[in-house]
């Protein structure tokens, strides 16, 4: 696991895919985006999920089909964490996936948010830290499904 963290300026570039932020996302289409890049959709993960979100962004095609996601979670104070960042599985390398990140901290940071973290596997890091700019940092993990009850892993 990489940990990396950002800090962003506020600005837009145009697309020709429309990113939104808190784009009205129904249950239906998250479920078909996750299937599309050879994901495990879950019923009812987004609606349960949003609940606790500060924003998210959401890419459309000119068709309006959902191409992609990403979430941001926070701490309600100058802390941001992006989670479950996702392209369409047809629509990936055309920069979608970057933009979704770049609309994300913009937004984050309109929030007050000073910083922005994210975790990914290793091969991920092209992504993440050469096209959407994190730094690396250093970070910690606790796999808490293995914690046996004294908080020993
Ligand atoms: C990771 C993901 C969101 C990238 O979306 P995308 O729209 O294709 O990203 P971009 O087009 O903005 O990519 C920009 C650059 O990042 C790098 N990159 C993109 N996807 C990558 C991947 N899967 N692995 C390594 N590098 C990648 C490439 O350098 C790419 O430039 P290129 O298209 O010229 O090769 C997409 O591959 C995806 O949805 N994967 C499945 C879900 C997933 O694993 N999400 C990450 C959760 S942490």
Redesign the pocket.
Known sequence: MAVAFAEVEIGFVPTSTDHRWRDPIADEEMLDLVLS???HPSSGWWPRVREHSLGWVGARDHDGLLV?F?NVAWDGGDHAFL???????S??????????VRVAAAYAAAAGCEWLF????A??????L???GFARTEAGLIHLTVVDRTGRA
């Open positions: 890049h050879g994901g992609g990403v989670l479950d960042t996702k392209t369409r599985g629509h990936q390398h055309r920069g979608i996936g970057s933009e979704l994210v975790d990914f596997r091969e991920l890091a092209p992504f993440y050469d096209a959407c």
